[in-house]
């Protein structure tokens, strides 16, 4: 799954927060402990890239030979294909640094929802694993804006273009928290508080659903079309991207459907949990009937 896709989901989680945070319905632990252990494995795989860059800028001998790489198969076929962009191993680096900065806005945003939910439930379970996760990808973060503000050979022709996607995330993750800004505070996730208020007043909760529902629809237009399309054509992690975007997914109420989102691969995305979960349902009852 590329990590653009995790942008339009982040959108489509922000405007049905408020289903998600006042839902009856207890969230799947298998759900957000899926969550926690693939952002985990992809923090981790993402400071191994920065580390191999970052230390042969500054002399550190990296552990793999100019030739090797850490990439699952997927991403090989993804860097050979944008080979004549970047190069091989430059687009790795490119293409891990546009899936930190683009996926921090579903981070910053599932963060500020789990809070709110276990706060509307009197819970401590789903957004101290969220905050954590959140807490981790802003170190990695703050690696890339070192690497940015002293690029070296892959990223100096980059530079400038991951820079504005850095403000174009920054600035639609205040929007987006500006609407759940009636149910869950959102000065622990936002770049910008003071942004948020100017944006709040949109999305307020004691506006007219009609009006607030075509201001939702404006705004997963506009975010859609918003980040450019001169992206790398493969995500560095299109596995644990998938599987993040499961887990978002499954904690989802069963009311709020992707079959209305243009991305087909949404709705492939929701065919495969469907399918998981009757293939549990049959397991589950084949094993009742052998006992």
């Not at 900065?101 to 969220?130: C, F, K, M, N, T």
Request: glycine share 4%.
């Amino acid at each position: 799954m590329h990590v653009r896709q995790l942008v339009q989901l982040a959108g489509w989680a922000a405007a049905h927060g408020q289903e998600l945070i006042q839902s009856d319905t207890s969230l799947p632990e298998s759900a957000i402990q899926q969550y926690w252990l693939a952002s985990k494995c992809r923090i981790q795989r993402w400071t191994e890239v920065l580390r191999r860059y970052s230390g042969s800028a500054s002399g550190w001998a990296p552990r793999f030979a100019p030739e090797e790489t850490a990439w699952n198969d997927t991403e090989r076929s993804e860097g050979l294909r944008a080979k004549g962009k970047v190069g091989q191993r430059g687009w790795h680096l490119v293409a891990s640094v546009e899936e930190i900065l683009l996926s921090e806005l579903l981070s910053r945003i599932w963060a500020a929802l789990l809070v709110g939910y276990d706060r509307q439930h009197e819970l401590q379970q789903a957004g101290p694993l969220a905050r954590s996760i959140l807490q981790d990808h802003l170190e990695v973060r703050s690696r890339v804006l070192h690497l940015l503000l002293q690029p070296d050979e892959h990223l100096i022709s980059e530079a400038a273009r991951l820079n504005q996607l850095r403000t174009q995330v920054e600035r639609w993750t205040d929007l987006l928290l500006a609407a759940l800004a009636e149910l869950v505070p959102p000065t622990a996730f936002a770049f910008d508080p003071s942004r948020v208020q100017d944006f709040a007043g949109d999305f307020s909760l004691r506006t007219p659903p009609a009006q607030r529902q075509q201001a939702w629809k404006l705004a997963l237009a506009s975010l859609r079309k918003s980040f450019p399309t001169n992206l790398q054509p493969g995500s560095a992690n299109p596995d644990l991207n998938k599987a993040i975007a499961q887990a978002v997914v499954q904690c989802l109420p069963r009311e709020i459907s992707l079959w209305t989102l243009e991305d087909e691969g949404f709705w492939y995305l929701q065919m495969d949990i469907y399918t998981e979960e009757l293939e549990h349902l049959l397991m589950t009852l084949s094993a009742e009937e052998g006992s």
